[in-house]
């Protein structure tokens, strides 16, 4: 397979790939590790639920993507780094012994101002099971090295989106992971926690979903534009989520609650080895759905570095019943 450069993506081409094979055991242990709700844990307990079975965390479901990407095409080719993912939208339940592939095709193109070395490319991919059920859609933006550098202007320039306007905070952590609808506060703020990134526990994730060498290795990381061994966009995400369960556990416990997706997902800056980050979560939305019972709480969730550099910036929603249980 020839190395593909910025250059070489034309919009409109498409890919397909993967074979990928979600089992019980990966199933349960990435659950257990970063979102330990019991319909992702126990099957007895998951009959019952929203998702009607015992299901693979949507967490879960970007991983095992991001492994089929790299695997199929991204190692070969002049990524850099993820830019962020614009939409993500989890469709239907991914079970244990579903097998996953992959459609993916390039819609944009575009020049960056600041690096005429590389551009950004943005992929819509739609991932499907066994049956071709489409069960998940991401679109998502990568910045790739250029065969030759830009020579004069560009002739469109990819600006990352600025930071919305903030929400006014209330500390108020109950409200701000309800456990139904009425409890949601708009602006109500909860902060999750902290982590350490090490260089075991970057690698540890890396190495089952995402082992570009600059998150597996820490003299490649030296070697990269970042500077350092850096964590994978998705696993600092995944990290966020394992301290939203925790927090939701401090406050009362867990009880099951589906997600549709998230959106405009940033990694504003990279994750190094010897980084500290602290997660939070805010209201910033809420209504009633057309599902009988249930209502869309939408929060902003951030993971901020020791130095008070935002780091992770994403939406997300999470169905919550109307009535209190």
């Known amino acids: 397979m020839a190395f593909v450069f ?46 009607g079975g015992l299901a693979a965390s949507g967490w879960q479901v970007c991983s095992a993507l991001m492994r089929m990407m790299i695997d199929a095409w991204v190692k070969d080719s002049s990524c850099l780094a993820g830019t962020g993912v614009e939409d993500n939208r989890w469709l239907a339940p991914v079970r244990a012994g579903d097998r996953l592939a992959a459609r993916t095709t390039t819609v944009e193109k575009a020049d960056l101002r600041a690096r005429p070395d590389a551009g950004v490319v943005k992929f819509a991919t739609s991932l499907r099971n066994q049956a071709g059920q489409e069960v998940m859609t991401q679109t998502v933006s990568m910045l790739f090295g ?39 506060r708009v602006g109500a703020y909860a902060e999750l926690g902290e982590t350490l990134f090490t260089a075991d526990l970057i690698r540890d994730y890396a ?59 940033l990694w504003r800056r990279p994750v190094l080895v010897g980084d500290r980050i602290t997660f939070s979560t805010q209201v910033v939305a809420k209504r009633e759905t057309s599902k009988p019972g249930l209502g869309l709480i939408t929060s902003r969730n951030q993971g901020v570095n020791q130095r008070g550099e935002v780091a992770l910036d994403f939406f997300a929603s999470l169905f919550a019943p109307v009535e209190p249980a």
Not at 212 to 238: I, N, Q
Not at 239 to 261: E, K
């Open 6 to 51: 910025f250059e070489d993506f034309e919009v409109g081409e498409t890919r397909e790939y993967g074979d990928y094979l979600i089992e019980e055991p990966e199933l349960v242990a990435f659950a257990a590790t970063y979102d330990a709700q019991p319909f992702h844990l126990d099957a007895e307990a998951a009959q019952g639920t929203i998702l």
């Open 146 to 184: 250029r065969r030759e550098r830009l020579s004069g202007a560009p002739s469109a320039g990819a600006r990352r989106p600025p930071a919305p306007a903030p929400v006014e905070r209330i500390d108020d952590p109950a409200a701000a992971m309800p456990e139904d609808f009425a409890r949601a």
């Open 207 to 265: 190495l089952k979903y995402d082992p570009a060498p600059f998150h597996v290795d820490e003299a490649a990381g030296r070697a990269h534009m970042f500077g350092g061994m850096s964590a994978a966009g998705l696993h600092t995400a995944c990290l966020w989520m394992s301290h939203f369960i925790a927090t939701r556990q401090r406050l009362g416990g867990v009880v099951s609650r589906a997600s549709p997706g998230f959106r405009d997902m």
